[in-house]
């Protein structure tokens, strides 16, 4: 806002509340980043130090609904000042969802470093990962600097991820046919492409949430739905001409 | 649906256009050659609450009053445009003030009983109206007024105690009373709670909640909060200009205007 309460309090107050949402995106910025990092050198105590940081983020939220929770109840805010402190609740709730899908991506990694399992289509992870990374660092450029054609183009982003999602699908699926003995190790990259498909979508509902924060009104238009994996179904025909283990 | 529509045209009153009850178009008053309300148009609803908030000295009290030409006793002042009560102009030459003030009625920000007893405030409005047809009538009047008001369970064994000695909350509300007794459909309320404490001031809220359904209430209030809990529709006046006029959710949670987002979020500006 660029002007400021009469009550200097009530702006500390808000103020803190919206430091918390940034520290906290920040951590969950960071902690994807190493996350991905160990997936791409398939480096365990990386992937192992990941997963136990989570903590971190969830008290980052108890903290979030704690601080808003006495917003609502001592201030009273209307209008933005309201849908600001109700939209850190959601935010700070999407943003414990990534960090959830963070670790979960991390522990799929120690398993299949660990195991030495089947990894391929890392550097397509890798990508899907970044772009997901870009998109959160947006989002939250976006929340502190109340820009919504940030956000906007935050929302049309996630078309891309899940055309990567659905290429991952495409070829996972493949190298499981190919080898009964990749199965395992691609069950366990599908699970991280999906994990870093659904961080893609949460990020989108906080870009949503960062144009209602500011006009007051929801996005009208849908945004584009890309994911198309659940329609999918493969055949030996359709994995091409290097497919015959999969046909006997 | 069917039960809906039924409903719904009960509260209809088929008289009014667009159920519009009183409506003000290119307002100015002038307090000598100060101008406190400029140009102001806008339409209130019958049988709803509608909130006019603003700082001090924004023109919202002044603007009330206009409704029942309480500005006319004010040396100096001067109202132009139109001010219609269903439909008719207030201002024609010839309306009766006294009859119009009892279609009308008022409450005040200071509670002001009469110095008699609460069955003579009570009973003052109709008998000079002669709207009794009886001493039982009179009676009758003065006890569903108190019951109306919500005070009558509080002095039905001491109806003709003085109505000073009640607490400040059950002396508004005797006047509230009052101001029912010569039956209205309209009553305006100047700041009728910022001398009550909360729970005195929850008792008035919830009566005008219940009072809607037979009038239009138009309360001029300091506090927001008051205004976001009973309205439905609230108007921001500034600096004697009518800013913002909507339904109280949108003036609340997304207000069109940077003025009344700033003041109704308690900012400078």
Redesign the interface.
């Known amino acids: ?1 660029n ?5 200097r309090s ?1 702006d500390k107050a808000l103020n803190k509340n919206e430091n918390l949402i940034l520290e906290m995106g920040g951590l969950v910025e960071q902690q994807l980043k190493e996350a991905t990092r160990a997936l791409k050198k398939e480096d365990a105590k990386l992937s192992k130090k990941v997963l136990l940081s989570h903590n971190n983020i969830r008290e980052m939220e108890a903290k979030i609904n704690a601080s808003a929770i006495q917003v609502l109840a001592l201030r ?8 600001n402190v109700i939209m850190s609740l959601r935010i700070a709730g999407h943003l414990e969802r990534i960090g959830q899908y963070t670790k979960n991506m991390a522990r799929r990694t120690h398993t299949i470093t660990k195991a030495d399992a089947f990894t391929g289509s890392i550097s397509t992870l890798v990508r899907m990962s970044e772009l997901v990374q870009d998109m959160i660092k947006s989002v939250l450029d976006a929340y502190n600097t109340l820009d919504t054609s940030i956000a906007e183009e935050v929302r049309g982003r996630d078309e891309d991820v899940d055309h990567m999602h659905n290429t991952l699908f495409r070829e996972l699926l493949t190298y499981m046919m190919e080898d009964p003995k990749n199965i395992s190790g691609a069950m366990h990259l599908l699970f991280i492409a999906k994990n870093i498909e659904r961080m893609g979508d949460h990020t989108t509902e906080i870009a949503q949430e960062v144009i209602f924060m500011v006009t ?2 929801w996005p009208v238009e849908k945004r584009p739905k890309g994911d198309k994996t659940s329609r999918m179904i493969f055949g030996p025909e359709d994995l091409g001409a290097d497919s015959d283990q999969s046909g006997s | 649906m069917a039960k809906q529509s039924k409903k719904k045209n009960k509260t209809v009153n088929p008289k009014l256009k667009n159920n519009i009850i009183l409506s003000a178009k290119n307002v100015d008053v002038f307090y000598g050659k100060k101008q406190a309300i400029n140009n102001v148009s806008f339409e209130i609803p019958e049988n709803r609450i509608t909130a006019l908030i603003g700082p001090s000295g924004c023109g919202k009290s002044t603007f009330l009053r206009c409704f029942n030409r309480m500005n006319d006793i004010i040396d100096g002042c001067k109202v132009t445009g139109d001010i219609r009560f269903a439909g008719q102009d207030i201002y024609d030459p010839a309306v009766d003030v006294v009859s119009l003030r009892a279609r009308i009625g008022m409450v005040f920000q200071k509670a002001n009983p009469f110095p008699k007893s609460i069955f003579e405030n009570v009973a003052y409005g109709p008998r000079i109206h002669g709207l009794a047809k009886s001493k039982d009538h009179l009676a009758e009047i003065v006890v569903s007024s108190l019951k109306r008001a919500g005070l009558f369970d509080e002095v039905a064994d001491r109806l003709h105690d003085s109505g000073t000695g009640l607490s400040g909350g059950q002396q508004q509300r005797l006047c509230i009373a009052r101001a029912i007794a010569v039956d209205p459909q309209v009553i305006l309320m100047d700041e009728p709670c910022s001398s009550l404490d909360p729970i005195a001031t929850a008792i008035i809220e919830d009566l005008m909640e219940s009072m809607k359904k037979k009038y239009t209430i138009v309360i001029v209030t300091h506090s927001m909060q008051q205004a976001a809990r009973i309205s439905q529709k609230t108007a921001f006046f500034h600096l004697g200009d009518l800013v913002e006029f909507g339904d109280t959710e949108d003036i609340f949670m997304n207000p069109k205007k940077i003025r009344t987002q700033n003041y109704i979020s308690g900012r400078t500006g």
């Open positions: 806002m002007t400021d309460h009469i009550l009530f009273q805010p209307v209008a933005m000042d309201l849908r007051g009104e």
